[in-house]
């Protein structure tokens, strides 16, 4: 009732439908330099919301609606749709490497602000874009995004992220799958706090045992409870076939630091890792 008697009084809709973010506190096509509060939403945005790079829209009212129309008692009568609670398990349930890959190597449309200068058409256009992994290494790293930029600073993606410690199958995104060996995975940087207070702690592996490396301290540990975490933040392979490099037949493994001897003058001494 109130909105219909605005709408008389107003001769329209008492407010504006803007592209924010998940947050609602700014604009989620701008960059963050030009501090929009966000874009409105026009006629033709409206025919082709589907199409649109944007998950939120907010209602900006006039204050003249809200000063003669809105009752302040309505803001503890509000209802949650059940997609709100839906998306949120979204959001917490983890989430596959391969799923990270199949969605890193998918093909996706450029926005209007990466427009592409097209030689044949001698004009600027929405191309196309695309990832694809013609060869692999012997030794792969994998570094996952674990922070996203969120209106006016970076925040951490704490999000689970399960990856396999053996055998991990890359062909299904490579453009030659006949020649792909499985990869084992022989140590994990993680990551724990946030940006402005993060620590580093490695695991890594040494003839079939895994030690953490926490500063000077080196301590072994259990494979099944740390290796994959919310922290993990650096993946680091090696082919499951047995790879005949020179180098590596130099290198000493096989003294670690422990607790008894964990100074920087003891690591120097008596822990050599690659």
């Known amino acids: 009732e109130d ?3 605005a709408i008389n009084t107003f001769k329209q809709f008492p407010f504006k439908l803007k592209f924010v973010n998940r ?6 096509i701008c960059t963050w330099n030009k ?3 966000g874009c409105n939403l026009n006629e033709n945005d409206l025919l082709n919301l589907q199409q649109i790079d ?3 829209l907010a209602a900006d009212f006039e204050p003249k609606f809200i000063s003669q129309f809105f009752d302040d008692s309505f803001q503890k009568k509000t209802i949650k749709h059940e997609s709100i609670e839906i998306n949120k398990n979204i959001h917490n349930e983890p989430v596959s490497l391969e799923s990270c890959l199949e969605l890193f ?3 996706e449309i450029l926005s209007k602000d ?3 200068w097209c030689p044949k058409c001698e004009d600027l256009k929405q191309a ?3 990832l694809d992994i013609y060869k692999l290494p012997p030794f792969l790293i994998i570094h996952l995004k674990r922070f996203e930029y969120t209106g006016y600073f970076f925040s951490k993606i704490s999000k689970l992220i399960e990856f396999d410690e053996n055998d991990l199958d890359l062909s299904p995104f490579t453009v030659n799958p006949e020649n792909v060996n499985t990869y084992d995975i022989y140590a994990v940087l993680n990551h724990m706090g946030s940006l402005g207070r993060g620590h580093y702690v490695s695991y890594a592996q040494n003839n079939n045992t895994w030690y953490c490396f926490d500063d ?3 301590n072994e540990i259990d494979e099944d409870d740390k290796i994959v975490s919310d922290n993990a933040y650096v993946l680091f392979y090696r082919t499951s076939t047995d790879i005949k490099l020179d180098y590596l037949n130099d290198l000493d493994l096989d003294h670690v630091v422990h607790d008894s001897d964990s100074s920087d003058e003891g690591l120097m001494n008596n822990c050599k890792m690659m």
Do not use: M, P
């Open 3 to 5: 909105l219909d008697r």
């Open 23 to 28: 947050n609602g506190q700014h604009c989620n």
């Open 35 to 37: 501090f929009c509060q």
């Open 54 to 56: 944007c998950a939120t």
């Open 105 to 107: 190597t998918s093909e």
């Open 114 to 116: 990466e427009v592409w």
């Open 128 to 130: 196309k874009k695309k």
């Open 216 to 218: 000077s301290i080196c």
